[in-house]
């Protein structure tokens, strides 16, 4: 059984050598070129490559490279090294807006167009993504990997969080230990990671694809979907606007019954193979 997850609603069961350089981001545009979904952009600030498709999502090329996955408590250990291949993630997590847009209805306990969609299944999160498939006229899009995410969201670093390990300094970062009737925030209303993503800790934990697995034992030395485990559940990371600092960081896991909509939970997208 993992940690439990703090405030939900009813019960629940509860770092990078860049190894992509120009040509490799050059080939993999050109790859994803074929995909559509958007047209390719350069933000002068960041100097992220990102693109744009039809909904207004925008999604950060991240680069390939190696990086050691996992923390100190039980579910996380042991720390291991993964080869991660390129990848494009969403900048933000799903909005209300763009669920509506795709699904035709709204789940979230607080309805807002420019907040992160809430009480989403990871059943509903999978017809969501065969949705915007067929919207994008691709096969693409889908829920990332725990390595994936993890890589992501630490951007580089080694740390507890993607700027350090104290968490003093994520009221810059993530909105996170609200009572129950604050809910979610609108997206993008704090700083981002060096990657260019918002929200990475707080705001809604974020479904991914793999079932529960206890601990990393047996897991996978590249970035793919880790098969097996407890499928009874589905994991989801980077904690939530109800949990307290302990339960957000780069490494943080949960998991809910698929079936489950907690008013914590939401989505990130990523398009890549």
Known sequence: ?????????????????????????????????????????????????????SLGMHLV?????????????????????????????????????????????????????????????????QSFLEKLNLIEGTNKYRLPSEAEWEYAARAGSHSRFFFGDDPDELRSYAWFGAESNAGTRPIGSLAPNPWGLYDIYGNVWEWVQECWHPDYNGAPADSRVWGGGDCSQRTVRGGAWNNQSERLGSAQRGAYVPNFGDISNGLRVVMGP
């Open 1 to 53: 059984m993992n940690e439990s997850i703090q405030n939900p609603p009813r019960s629940s069961w509860a770092l990078l050598t860049p190894a992509a350089g120009v040509l490799v981001v050059a080939g993999l545009l050109a790859f994803l070129a074929h995909w559509g979904g958007g047209e390719t952009t350069h933000t002068e600030e960041a100097k992220l490559t990102t693109l744009t498709n």
């Open 61 to 125: 090329l991240v680069p390939g490279g190696r990086f050691t996955m996992g923390g100190d408590s039980p579910d996380q250990s042991p720390r291991h090294d993964v080869m991660v291949a390129p990848f494009y993630i969403a900048a933000h997590e799903v909005t209300q807006a763009q669920w509506q847009a795709v699904m035709g209805y709204n789940p979230s306990q607080f309805p807002d167009a420019r907040r992160p969609v809430d009480q989403v299944t990871w059943l509903e999160a």
